[in-house]
């Protein structure tokens, strides 16, 4: 059941204004439209198809600026002032550290074990040292438990003892810690009763110490939460915690982050990751390339959930994707395929020619320091002895390079060709890549001999016949078709007309990939501008959240809840498995369940139901604020949609205001104030604002 302030919308009204008013969309528009775009429309045209939706006011600049002179100027984002954003993403420090620098003040797993193994060193900053020695204390605990788990089992003790861990699941940790957290994985989300009570007795102590560190100026609010035991830590820091909130705000962003980082410091890298990717999305003046950046990513995607992505992918977006989203194509091919990110997630990192030194068990000489060409071996190429190598040539790259990243499934390459890219970039590979390490080329690695790739004699070149196969597609004809092809679903519709793909594609070979002159092409095409493309294309659960967020002009103070709805809508950030990254298509994201969940998440919105996030519902209505319920909707429909709703959208509305069948209580309700969360809930999750 879907609650109001003052009464309930249930979910057979919403769906119904959904679906139904999608159905008939299409055709109510054009009464909506103007020939040829024009005015207003075409304003609003272009700010929902080049930026995440416009903010109160855009429509009014952009249409007094000159739609074609505001376009340009966003193509070029180094020219636009985007401090204001700057200083949002400020206390996010991680943003700014390079891969090692991440890894060293948030350590994963693997260098923990290195410590405890002696293989490596504690760090000497106090700070570092408590988030190890928390991380250390957890896993050295998680063990013992698992080792008390084991002796019980063996001694059948798994019958119905104290130690049973079989059963009793903890649906809500005493100590913060949630089934399926990293805290808890070694314990399956089972925990035993003798666990529970050292948990909540953790709780007790850090609830006490709570109320004694809000007595504390935050310097020593924060030695004294680094004395604290682990179990007590974790207790206090988990956002379940009564006073965490309190604790944390007026520390400084390094304290908050380290206070965070005591409770799982992998998690405040993607924590900090996603939050600055909503606050880009939402407050960038820079909204081409945030727009841009996004389709690379999603295009050339990672995923955030396999092992070291988790803190090469801060590093891939800042370096490798937003610096050219709107630059060469084949610059932005040869970063991706250079980057630790794209070469851990795909696996060539671990491929290794069958015929290479390293394959073979040859040894070569150490002191030769040359890149590029086969380097001398010992004499007689005397083997040496090595453990069974477990890796040999990887295909993954070369498949979903030439598949995804450029030619397209049906490009005109074969499996043969798949084999043979995969033998050129044998040897691109990461030096120590779980410390953060970059990009290098292992000639050792690397395959002899020719390749032939799509009819081309590739000669022996080391790592130079990587960037001569990326310069082949980058410049192939059906490299141009796939890529324009994904532009224009992604700016002008799921099924785009081939004559603008063509022409893209046309400026796309003559123009070197040159991915401005692409945007160009498209933006002074005919399609982009004809009547039947405005409010053609469904938005993504990330393009519907950001831009409610924009045209309600909200003030983001904690971007956490916004994470999760976007989890709950089925399109987690960073969050594709998969190569192929998200679907730009309507099919994907039209659904009863997922348009009730988009409901759900307007009517929070607006109601300001939404933790750490406040919007301008109200400024909307002005000083005099709402007249009568029918007022206070056409107020709305300007203010959200600029007055352009279908008959469909308004009656079914008007319906609802009016019936309290559906509502449960009137809302349209002359004896009460009209509901003005309500209205602008129905308002953002209406089938108009849904498209863009």
């Known amino acids: 059941m879907l609650r109001t302030r003052n009464g309930l919308l249930t979910p057979a009204f919403c769906l119904t204004l959904s679906l139904a008013s999608f159905t008939v969309l299409a055709a109510a528009k054009k009464k909506l439209e103007t020939p040829g775009m024009a005015g207003r429309q075409r304003a609003l045209h272009a700010l929902n198809r080049f930026t995440f939706g416009p903010r109160p006011g855009d429509i009014d600049r952009v249409s007094q600026q000159g739609v074609e002179q505001w376009f340009e100027q966003q193509l070029h984002p180094e020219k636009i002032d985007d401090s204001a954003l700057e200083t949002r993403l400020a206390p996010l420090r991680t943003l700014r550290m390079n891969t090692r620098e991440i890894v060293e003040n948030f350590p994963p797993p693997?260098?923990?074990?290195?410590?405890?193994?002696?293989?490596e060193s504690m760090p000497r900053d106090p700070?570092?040292?408590?988030?190890?020695?928390?991380?250390?204390?957890r896993y050295e605990g998680r063990q013992e438990r698992k080792n008390e788990e084991s002796k019980s089992k063996e001694a059948g003790g798994s019958e119905g003892g104290k130690n049973d861990t079989t059963t009793n699941p903890a649906p809500t940790d005493p100590a913060g810690v949630q089934p399926g957290s990293a805290a808890d994985a070694a314990t399956g989300g089972k925990l035993s009763e003798e666990e529970r009570s050292r948990r909540r007795e953790a709780k007790l102590y850090a609830d006490m110490k709570a109320e004694e560190l809000l007595d504390m100026p935050p310097d020593q609010r924060m030695k004294e939460i680094l004395k604290m035991p682990p179990d007590e830590q974790r207790a206090l820091l988990n956002p379940r915690a009564d006073k965490r909130d309190e604790v944390l705000a007026s520390m400084s962003p390094k304290q908050r982050e380290t206070a965070m980082a005591l409770l799982n410091p992998q998690q405040v890298v993607q924590s900090e990751l996603m939050q600055s990717k909503l606050l880009r999305a939402t407050y960038?003046?820079?909204?081409l390339e945030e727009v841009m950046t996004d389709f690379w990513f999603n295009h050339f995607n990672v995923f955030v959930g396999k092992g070291a992505d988790r803190y090469l992918i801060t590093s891939y977006e800042r370096d490798v994707i937003r610096p050219n989203a709107l630059g060469k194509f084949e610059d932005l091919l040869v970063a991706t395929a250079k980057s630790p990110a794209m070469l851990f997630y795909l696996d060539n990192w671990l491929s290794i020619g069958p015929d290479s030194d390293e394959a073979r068990g040859l040894r070569r000489n150490?002191?030769?320091?040359g890149f590029g060409r086969r380097r001398p071996r010992f004499p007689a190429n005397r083997?040496?002895?090595r453990k069974a190598n477990r890796d040999g040539l990887n295909e993954n790259y070369g498949r979903e390079l030439m598949e995804l990243h450029t030619l397209?499934?049906?490009?005109?390459?074969?499996?043969?060709d798949v084999t043979e890219v995969a033998r050129v970039f044998t040897g691109w590979t990461i030096r120590e890549p779980r410390k953060g390490g970059d990009y290098s080329f292992e000639e050792r690695r690397h395959d002899p001999g020719e390749k032939f790739v799509m009819g081309k004699k590739i000669k022996e070149n080391g790592e130079k016949e990587g960037l001569e196969v990326l310069h082949l597609l980058a410049h192939h004809p059906s490299t141009a078709k796939f890529v324009c092809t994904k532009l224009a679903q992604r700016f002008v519709s799921d099924n785009p007309p081939q004559p603008l793909v063509d022409r893209m594609a046309d400026t796309f070979l003559k123009k070197n990939g040159d991915i401005r002159e692409v945007l160009r092409t498209l933006y002074k095409s005919p399609e982009f501008w004809a009547p039947d493309a405005y409010r053609a294309k469904v938005k993504?659960?990330?393009e519907f959240v950001v831009s409610a967020l924009r045209t309600t002009n909200a003030e983001i103070q904690d971007p956490t809840p916004l994470i999760g709805t976007l989890q709950n809508l089925g399109m987690p950030l960073y969050g594709m498995q998969p190569p192929t990254g998200y679907s730009m298509k309507a099919e994907t994201w039209v659904n009863s369940s997922a348009l009730l969940g988009r409901m759900n998440f307007a009517l929070a919105l607006a109601n300001d139901k939404l933790k750490g996030v406040k919007t301008g519902t109200a400024e909307v209505l002005g000083a005099a604020g709402p007249k009568d319920a029918h007022t206070t909707l056409t107020a709305f429909e300007h203010a959200y949609l600029d007055g352009g709703v279908s008959e469909q959208t308004h009656s079914a509305i008007l319906k609802q205001l009016d019936d309290p069948q559906i509502s449960q209580r009137k809302l349209d309700d002359s004896a009460r104030p009209p509901n003005v969360g309500a209205i602008a809930g129905l308002i953002l999750g209406s089938p108009e604002f849904q498209k863009r």
């Open 110 to 119: 693997q260098l923990l074990k290195a410590i405890m193994e002696g293989r």
């Open 127 to 137: 700070d570092k040292r408590a988030i190890y020695e928390a991380e250390i204390a």
């Open 284 to 287: 960038s003046e820079r909204q």
């Open 366 to 369: 150490p002191g030769y320091q």
């Open 383 to 385: 083997p040496v002895k």
């Open 408 to 416: 397209g499934v049906n490009g005109g390459y074969t499996q043969h």
């Open 540 to 542: 993504t659960p990330l």
